[in-house]
């Protein structure tokens, strides 16, 4: 099975605070993705990364950076965080390009900015 | 760009019943996925439908994309409370790679 794991399943921050969240994958998959859901708005792509050290900004990439110095893991951090950055945080992967794949998705994140 | 329109927005259904949900596009689907999620949960895969007029079943669960590619259904027969969460349609409509857009989702719940 396919396991997508993130690091946290509740954040608490302070406003100004840099935020690192961590999303690893056991199945090899070349890529990785970032999203954020908030309600009314649905799923929204951040960043996505079609392999180490590649990434490319998704629909809303203002305020967040990556880094995939792996390939299991692709980290998403909030520079300094706002409190329009409270969200649901979700990660995917999902096999390369040759074959198109499902996206697999962790468990999510839902941090709070105070 | 693609968007997805979800319908209807929410369903409450008795257990047992049958119901049917829908997914359209404003663009032409390469390939469309359905995914359920509990409340405050990570998505959960149901199936990817690619072809025009394809169906595919799990269990109490059928989905379907018209021959036109540009809508798909998912239909529950004879439902249960574990049916019950957000279901939600992703689309590739570039056919070049694996990013999706979500549509917002649908919230189901089933009444005992």
């Known amino acids: 099975d396919v396991k997508v794991t993130q690091s946290s399943r509740y954040l608490v921050k302070r406003t100004g605070e840099k935020v690192f969240l961590e999303c690893v994958q056991d199945m090899d998959h070349e890529n990785m993705f970032w999203y954020r859901q908030d309600p009314g708005l649905g799923l929204r792509l951040i960043y996505f990364?079609?392999?180490?050290?590649?990434?490319e900004k998704g629909d809303i990439p203002e305020g967040y950076s990556v880094s995939r110095e792996k390939k299991e893991r692709f980290s998403l951090i909030l520079e300094s965080a706002s409190t329009n950055q409270t969200s649901m945080y979700l990660c995917?992967?999902?096999?390369?390009?040759?074959?198109?794949?499902?996206?697999?998705f962790g468990p999510g994140t839902r941090l709070l900015v105070l | 760009s693609q968007e997805l329109e979800q319908s209807p927005q929410s369903l409450i259904v008795q257990e047992g019943k049958n119901l049917t949900i829908n997914c359209t596009s404003s663009?032409?689907?390469?390939?469309l996925y359905w995914y359920k999620q509990k409340y405050g949960e990570g998505l959960i895969f149901l199936m990817m439908l690619q072809k025009g007029g394809e169906e595919k079943s799990h269990e109490k669960i059928t989905a379907k994309l018209d021959e036109k590619k540009q809508q798909s259904s998912l239909h529950i027969t004879a439902s249960q409370p574990s049916h019950a969460g957000i279901y939600l349609c992703?689309?590739?409509?570039?056919?070049?790679?694996?990013?999706?857009?979500f549509g917002k989702g649908i919230t189901l719940s089933v009444r005992p």
């Open positions: 992703g689309a590739d409509s570039t056919g070049a790679n694996s990013k999706l857009t």
């Open positions: 995917a992967s999902s096999p390369g390009l040759v074959v198109r794949g499902t996206q697999y």
């Open positions: 990364s079609y392999d180490v050290k590649m990434k």
């Open positions: 663009k032409t689907l390469y390939g």
